[in-house]
């Protein structure tokens, strides 16, 4: 795999894995255990998988030097509990909690290492990749209005409007039309951990040129 975890030709990757795989039905089951290819004493991560190929129980990611990049908990495929997500360097990025309840966001940092939210409020923004949703927290919930736009807009339109009263979704709208039945936000999305890449055995983007390889 690479350094997202997307497979890669094996002469152009940086992480090797040690597990279980069914190729029938392409997934991982059991334990793993993932280290980094040119430091073999390097665990970058290492957890459990249940037989249908969902991660669970505690789990704590490094990045490829070693510096954290995660820990928390799963519960058959579902991020559970409180998790600790990390900026390369050792830097605090995101501290959020898994509820029945849904998401709360408990403090965030930008990647200057200025901190945003503070105990569930402050302004915050959750990056999903293609598109990413910014607005008010409190009680490390939404309130007030969030937008959504495209991550590489550099006009900053809006796509997706949703509104807010005391922590509870009332409406929202898109280019698709207006909704009321639930909001479309995800405030710590699975795009956090690159691990998941590995899980729905994503291919690299990258090319691999294995004579291009130090």
Request: hydrophobic share 35%; proline share 4%.
């Amino acid at each position: 795999m690479d350094e997202n975890y997307a497979l890669i030709e094996d002469s152009c990757s940086s992480i090797v894995r040690y597990g279980h795989f069914r190729i029938n039905d392409r997934k991982f089951f059991g334990p793993f255990k993932d280290i980094n290819k040119f430091d073999p004493g390097l665990v970058l991560a290492e957890g459990q998988y249940t037989d249908d190929g969902k991660l669970d129980g505690k789990l704590k990611m490094n990045y490829l030097n070693g510096e954290p990049l995660a820990e928390g908990s799963f519960d058959k495929g579902k991020m559970t509990g409180e998790w600790v997500i990390y900026y390369p360097g050792n830097k605090k990025r995101l501290e959020f909690k898994n509820a029945a309840e849904g998401t709360y966001i408990l403090n965030a940092w930008n990647p200057e290492g200025k901190q945003t939210v503070i105990d569930g409020a402050g302004f915050y923004r959750s990056d999903l990749d293609m598109i990413f949703w910014e607005g008010k927290l409190v009680n490390g919930k939404p309130d007030g209005v969030w937008k959504s736009k495209k991550t590489d807009d550099r006009s900053g339109t809006v796509i997706i409007n949703e509104t807010y009263k005391n922590n509870v979704f009332r409406k929202g709208s898109s280019i698709a039309g207006n909704y009321s039945d639930a909001s479309r936000i995800v405030l710590a999305g699975e795009n956090l951990l690159p691990i998941n890449n590995a899980t729905a055995m994503r291919i690299s983007s990258s090319a691999c040129d294995p004579f291009l390889v130090a």
